[in-house]
């Protein structure tokens, strides 16, 4: 796979990390806290944020919660490609890929 593509896939996981943890933030706020933090009891289910609890529908309880559960994992594989892109750039800084493809044109 070329460095240029290994990079721009790097990038690809590191926007979908940000966006999905701006959503589920915004999102949290505007519905009063998430389901992790909240509880289900007797057929009521509450979002919680900072100790305050918030009512809501089954399925907003459970959109919550799996939308919380997407964010432990994009938010950990972006910060892998961060690492994994900043090891690239520093490749390329040293000229890694630059001497492999002098060699490949016959340039020693």
Request: charged content about 20%; aromatic content about 8%.
């Amino acid at each position: 796979m070329k460095l240029e593509t290994k990079k721009g896939l790097c990038g690809l996981v590191i926007a979908i990390g940000i966006l999905n943890f701006l959503a589920f933030g915004i999102t949290a706020t505007g519905l009063g806290g998430d389901a992790v933090n909240g509880r289900s009891e007797n057929g009521h289910y509450y979002l919680s944020s900072h100790g305050k609890k918030t009512e809501v529908s089954e399925a907003v309880f459970n959109y919550s919660r799996i939308h919380v559960y997407s964010v432990w994992i994009t938010h950990p594989l972006a910060m892998v490609a961060g690492l994994i892109l900043s090891r690239l750039n520093g490749q390329d800084r040293t000229g890694k890929d630059r001497v492999s493809r002098s060699q490949t044109s016959g340039l020693h």
